[in-house]
């Protein structure tokens, strides 16, 4: 599969008037979104707590976590994202894609909306 960017729009959750516009690297691999501190930063936007990560070459790592609004797609939602250091590339993880039920096109290089698998009653 090839690599794609999207198209977002990141706010602070306590102030979400004020955004800035991501070309985020589409990465199914990863768990949470990354996004730079420096972007975080600007927005007020601050951690939360902390996670334990394997980075791309194997190393286990630890992230700080942020909470902020995330507009794709024509939808605007909170979700979660892990604050990126220098040299992290910013992308859009499998939590975020899942929050807006969106899955991906590998062949047309786009989101498209995903069929989400939950259960609607209680088996006897």
Do not use: N
């Not at 590998?106 to 069929?115: C, D, K, N, S, V």
């Amino acid at each position: 599969m090839g690599t794609f960017y999207v198209d977002a729009l990141v706010a602070a959750p306590h102030a979400s008037t004020r955004r800035e516009a991501l070309k985020l690297l589409v990465d199914t691999g990863s768990m949470y979104s990354w996004i730079s501190t420096t972007v975080l930063q600007t927005l007020g936007v601050e951690p939360f707590t902390r996670r334990r990560i394997v980075t791309i070459d194997g190393s286990l790592s630890e992230r700080d976590m942020a909470e902020v609004v995330m507009t794709l797609e024509a939808q605007t939602l909170h979700t979660l994202c892990l604050v990126g250091q220098p040299g992290d590339l910013e992308g859009l993880g499998a939590y975020t894609l899942e929050g807006f039920g969106l899955g991906v096109d590998p062949i047309q290089r786009r989101l498209i909306p995903a069929i989400m698998f939950g259960a609607s009653a209680l088996a006897s």
